[in-house]
């Protein structure tokens, strides 16, 4: 017995004295991102890297932050990134019909609830209809805000109103700076953004994007790749989107250890009461990878919107969306 222990002293000590294997590599994977602030946006890639999500899936994650719509199609086109989150789908289908290298891999938004649209808290602007004839900001050309503002627009036809102007002006941050100095009257938000002005009562919310009744059940926003990149590292994309789908589970599931990710990943300078308001106005279905909602709602759109001069055919759609990488 003595001698058996010895041995295995021995044997650990030799084990002991080996080198180390070395780590597993990673995939290097760039992935274009809108803002770094929102929840889908930015909190998955600060949640999934602190829980090990992205590792775990053998991947090396950056983010590069582009300002959504065309400039998210140009990133992806150009080979500067490989794969784009909330893109506009005005944006991706415009881009395919003009001949674009781009395919969808997976709806990224249906509906618009994490949307807001707001004004100065002393304006007389209070609901949606007070913003006839008004300028309403969205962010930039095919762009999901800009989809929302075009149906909001839509919505307000019937009711024989001065028709709103839709004008684009770029990063939210720049928005509410246009907004300040009265550049326009109303512009669009997404929570956690201005949470604390509202509570504070320095802006006050006119509508939100639920309000808006054509883009319930219409996928806005979508996440795309060039094609080729996709066919060379099909493993990686599906590694990407299993982290992905785990993260925003994860979200949904645990609210309140996601809300302390929320505020100190992104010092966020909020209560973890208002931050778990603004994991509210998000749910798990309105996040889901598949399927794409909408589609000949949307297309119809683009057409009227100059963003397609017809619509695609079954072909052309097959062509651009291929949902077999997602969970």
Do not use: C
């Not at 589609?295 to 695609?312: C, H, S, V, Y």
Request: charged share 25%.
């Amino acid at each position: 017995m003595r001698g058996r222990w010895l041995g295995m002293a021995v044997l650990l000590a030799v084990l002991a004295g080996l080198p180390k294997a070395p780590a597993l590599a990673q995939t290097k994977l760039t992935v274009a991102s809108p803002h770094a602030l929102l929840l889908d946006t930015g909190l998955i890639f600060l949640v999934a890297k602190e829980k090990g999500f992205f590792k775990e899936a053998g991947l090396d994650v950056e983010t590069v932050i582009v300002a959504g719509g065309g400039e998210n199609v140009q990133a992806v086109v150009s080979g500067s990134i490989q794969i784009a989150l909330a893109t506009g789908f005005f944006s991706v289908l415009s881009a395919f019909q003009k001949g674009a290298p781009v395919k969808i891999l997976a709806a990224e938004m249906t509906g618009a609830s994490d949307l807001y649209w707001y004004a100065m808290a002393n304006s007389p602007y209070r609901k949606m209809e007070d913003l006839a004839g008004k300028r309403v900001a969205f962010s930039n050309p095919g762009s999901s805000s800009h989809q929302a503002v075009l149906a909001m627009v839509e919505q307000l036809k019937p009711k024989r109103l001065p028709a709103p102007q839709p004008v684009a002006l770029g990063r939210i941050p720049d928005i509410f700076t246009a907004i300040k100095t009265g550049q326009a009257e109303a512009g669009f938000a997404a929570v956690p953004f201005f949470m604390d002005r509202i509570e504070k009562g320095e802006i006050q919310i006119v509508f939100k994007g639920d309000e808006i009744e054509k883009l319930r059940d219409v996928t806005l926003r979508v996440t795309f790749a060039r094609p080729d990149w996709v066919e060379k590292n099909p493993e990686t994309v599906r590694a990407f989107f299993k982290a992905y789908h785990k993260t925003l589970d994860f979200i949904f599931e645990h609210r309140q250890e996601t809300a302390k990710i929320w505020i100190r990943q992104a010092k966020l300078d909020l209560s973890e009461a208002t931050v778990l308001k603004a994991i509210d106005f998000y749910t798990r279905s309105a996040v889901a990878f598949k399927p794409i909602k909408g589609i000949p709602a949307t297309m119809e759109d683009a057409i009227k919107f100059n963003f397609l001069k017809q619509p695609l055919t079954q072909a052309e759609l097959e062509k651009l969306i291929d949902l077999r990488y997602v969970p």
